[in-house]
């Protein structure tokens, strides 16, 4: 009895090892890949007037930081912009892209970033604005019209995986404040 006992806990022991070894190789990952963007995230974040921190933790939840991502709906990179809202973005700004563009680090970062100051520019709050990222500005919209005493604040977002979206952002967003505060 006493040795199983032990060979439970040797196994619980080193399962806890590599938890933390993961936990480890995790966060180094994440501290390289913001070294990677943070240059692109500074120069877009200036420029269009959006927090740093909020562009890289639109990014840690949108695709861990992989630039070659595409989800099942179609949004590609690390920024995780559907073409048509690229395409949207490009002309707002007046310049050419191509799909295979939205592969580009620098280029994703820049049109995600020049989205997001559009929706300040249209939405009142953080979260509004994480929600129709995630949702479309459409949809956002209507939920204001249904789901708002002030029109402008979410009792309730109806979307669970837009719901789930905005609370990964704003924990991630909250901990890279703490902790890099770019």
């Not at 190789?25 to 500074?42: C, D, K, P, T």
């Not at 912009?81 to 820049?110: Q, W």
């Not at 204001?144 to 924990?171: H, N, Y």
Request: hydrophobic share 45%; net charge negative; proline share 1%.
């Amino acid at each position: 009895m006493k040795k199983a006992f032990y060979a439970l806990f040797a196994l619980l022991m080193l399962f806890i090892i590599l938890i933390g070894i993961h936990q480890c190789n995790e966060m180094a990952r994440e501290r390289r890949a913001i070294q990677l963007y943070s240059g692109s995230v500074y120069k877009y974040s200036f420029m269009y007037g959006v927090d740093a921190n909020l562009v890289l933790a639109v990014i840690k939840a949108e695709s861990d930081f992989d630039e070659n991502a595409i989800s099942s709906k179609g949004a590609v990179g690390l920024m995780q912009l559907l073409p048509s809202t690229a395409l949207f973005v490009s002309d707002k700004l007046g310049v050419e892209f191509s799909e295979e563009d939205l592969f580009d680090s620098d280029i994703n970062i820049r049109f995600g970033t020049y989205y997001l100051s559009y929706l300040f520019d249209k939405f009142a709050t953080l979260e509004t604005v994480l929600a129709a990222y995630n949702a479309g500005e459409g949809n956002v919209s209507r939920w204001l019209s249904l789901f708002s005493d002030d029109g402008k604040t979410l009792r309730q977002i109806p979307f669970e995986e837009t719901e789930r979206f905005v609370s990964r952002v704003r924990f991630h967003f909250d901990r890279y404040r703490k902790d890099y505060n770019y």
